[in-house]
């Protein structure tokens, strides 16, 4: 406990010595009893209190006006979890036991996240936003119950997939005139042009936001995943994967799909993830 206004302790020892130096008088006298006026009984017991109580009192009175503070802090307690987008393969290759896997995993993930934001997205040819970031666990489960393998083509568009899942999460900082067709165009070189170097600029980076890609790894149409994986980079958004074993063809030879699953844990890694 520390004290705002320490100086008036010094008053504590001058009341002490005044105490030590009044000398209570044990009785009054008068010529008759009759004329003795009447004491009310709070002063009677005000006037009995021993010398040590009245010295006590005077104290805890300076201290309290010393302001006593206390020495604990407020802590602020942040409640506030992630925004996050699942990104779901749903190309050719996931059909069956593989899609039945992520299905029942990313229902569990999302069970366990009471503090987070979290929106859908699939990607197969194309992508689609099935959920924007969302607390409503009820519609994200009902969602991902009626996912379905090829359910926006056969093949397996990574880049386009990532690229939806950080407009879904940089839609409400662009505002009504966010162009995202404008956007892929400015992704989709060898630099960021400078539409997509204004939308950088515009948006507020925040450690909070990430996109877990549940996938093969194995990409094989659409926008080359470096190029999204650069812009999430830049936008501060971290970027995890979670390799999921195809169940049917991928349409990639080996060696190349070997170098593509090379290509995507880089990305990754580009990103913080």
Not at 95 to 104: C, D, N, P, Q
Request: contains cysteine; aromatic residues 8%.
């Amino acid at each position: 406990m520390s004290l705002e206004d320490p100086l008036y302790l010094m008053l504590i020892p001058l009341m002490y010595l005044l105490l030590r130096l009044f000398r209570w008088r044990g009785y009054v006298g008068y010529p008759s009893l009759r004329r003795l006026p009447k004491v009310s009984p709070l002063k009677t017991v005000i006037i009995s209190l021993p010398r040590a109580l009245w010295f006590l009192a005077v104290a805890f009175t300076i201290i309290g006006i010393c302001h006593p503070l206390s020495d604990l802090q407020e802590i602020e307690v942040n409640t506030q979890g992630r925004e996050m987008i699942l990104a779901i393969d749903t190309s050719f290759s996931m059909t069956g036991r593989a899609m039945e896997e992520i299905k029942s995993v990313v229902t569990d993930f999302i069970g366990n996240r009471p503090n987070d934001l979290i929106g859908v997205v699939i990607f197969g040819t194309d992508a689609a936003l099935v959920v924007l970031p969302t607390q409503d666990y009820t519609l994200l489960e009902n969602s991902i119950t009626r996912i379905q393998a090829s359910q926006v083509g056969f093949q397996t568009a990574i880049g386009e997939g990532l690229f939806t899942a950080i407009t879904a999460l940089i839609e409400n900082d662009m505002g009504s005139d966010f162009e995202i067709k404008k956007l892929r165009e400015g992704i989709n070189k060898d630099h960021l042009d400078n539409y997509a170097m204004k939308v950088v600029q515009k948006v507020t980076a925040k450690e909070n936001r990430i996109i877990i890609l549940f996938t093969d790894g194995i990409y094989n149409v659409g926008i080359n995943p470096v190029r999204p994986f650069r812009l999430a980079a830049r936008l501060g958004i971290k970027v995890y994967a979670v390799a999921v074993e195809p169940s049917g063809e991928t349409g990639v030879e080996p060696e190349q799909a070997t170098e593509r699953i090379a290509d995507l844990q880089k990305g990754v890694a580009s990103t913080g993830g």
